[in-house]
C-alpha cells in the first residue's frame, strides 16, 4: 500500500520570502501523479498542483512549483514571493496511474504568514 | 459553473444514532469520492462511486455506507454512530476514466457526535 508522509506539522514563513514544505512517499509503482492541495481555514480543498511520475520535468504553477526526485521518492513544494493568503493547511497526495482511484493523503503542514 | 455542493454543513447526533451526509457532485462528473477528516489527521479515503456503482472502499467498517443516484449525486450514511467518528467529511468529484482527472472537493460537512 502506498503511504504519504509530511513531516513538518507547522511551518511558518515571512510575506514575500520562499517557504519548502517537504513531503516523502511510498510505493512499489513506476507510474503515479503527485499532488499538493490547499486547504485554507474556509474548509475548501483547492488543487495547486500536479506531477505525473513519468514526467522528469518538474511543475511550475506561477509561484507554486515542486521538487519531483523519482528515485528518493520525495515530492517537495516551494513557494515563492508568500503571500497573506498563502496561509492554510497543505496536504501531499499520491495516486495510482492505473485507474480513476481514490487519493492517499499526508497528514498535512500548517503554513503561517508573517506579515 | 456551480462546484461540488454538500449539505448539511453540520450535524450533531449522539452516540448510536445513524447520519446521511448528501453531496452533488459538479455537473458532468460521474465520479464521487467521499473522505473523512480527523483532527489531527490528513484526509482518509472512505468510499468511491462511479457510474451508480461502488468502485472501492477505504479500511472503515460496514456501518459506514453510501450510494450513488442516477443524477450522479451521493449520500454517505454511517449507522451506530460512535463518538470517534465526529470528523469533517469531505466529498470530491471528477470526471470518471481517468487517473490525472483533477478532484473537486466541497466544503464538508462537520459531523459531531456526542
Known amino acids: 500500500a502506498q503511504t504519504v508522509t509530511q513531516s513538518q506539522p507547522e511551518m511558518s514563513v515571512q510575506e514575500a520570502e520562499t517557504v519548502t514544505l517537504s513531503c516523502t512517499y511510498d510505493?512499489?509503482?513506476?507510474?503515479?501523479?503527485l499532488f499538493w492541495y490547499k486547504q485554507p481555514p474556509s474548509r475548501q480543498m483547492i488543487l495547486v498542483i500536479r506531477q505525473e511520475a513519468y514526467k522528469q520535468q518538474n511543475a511550475t504553477e506561477n509561484r507554486f512549483s515542486v521538487n519531483f526526485q523519482k528515485a528518493a521518492k520525495s515530492f517537495s513544494l516551494k513557494i515563492s514571493d508568500s503571500q497573506l493568503g498563502d496561509a492554510a493547511m497543505y496536504f501531499c497526495a499520491y495516486r495510482t496511474a492505473f485507474g480513476n482511484e481514490k487519493l492517499t493523503f499526508g497528514t498535512g503542514t500548517r503554513l503561517t504568514i508573517i506579515p | 459553473e456551480a462546484g461540488v455542493t454538500q449539505s448539511p454543513t453540520h450535524l450533531i447526533k449522539t452516540r448510536g444514532q445513524q447520519a446521511t451526509l448528501r453531496c452533488s457532485p459538479i455537473?458532468?462528473?460521474?465520479?464521487v469520492y467521499w473522505y473523512q477528516q480527523a483532527l489531527g489527521l490528513g484526509l482518509q479515503f472512505l468510499l468511491w462511486y462511479d457510474e451508480g456503482e461502488e468502485r472501492n472502499r477505504g479500511n472503515f467498517p460496514p456501518r459506514f455506507s453510501g450510494r450513488q443516484f442516477p443524477n450522479y449525486s451521493s449520500e454517505l450514511n454511517v449507522n451506530a454512530l460512535e463518538l470517534e467518528d465526529s470528523a469533517l467529511y469531505l466529498c470530491a468529484s471528477s470526471l470518471g476514466g481517468q487517473p490525472y482527472n483533477e478532484q473537486f472537493f466541497g466544503p464538508g460537512t462537520r459531523l459531531t457526535v456526542l
Open positions: 510505493t512499489s509503482e513506476s507510474d503515479y501523479y
Open positions: 455537473s458532468g462528473h460521474t465520479s
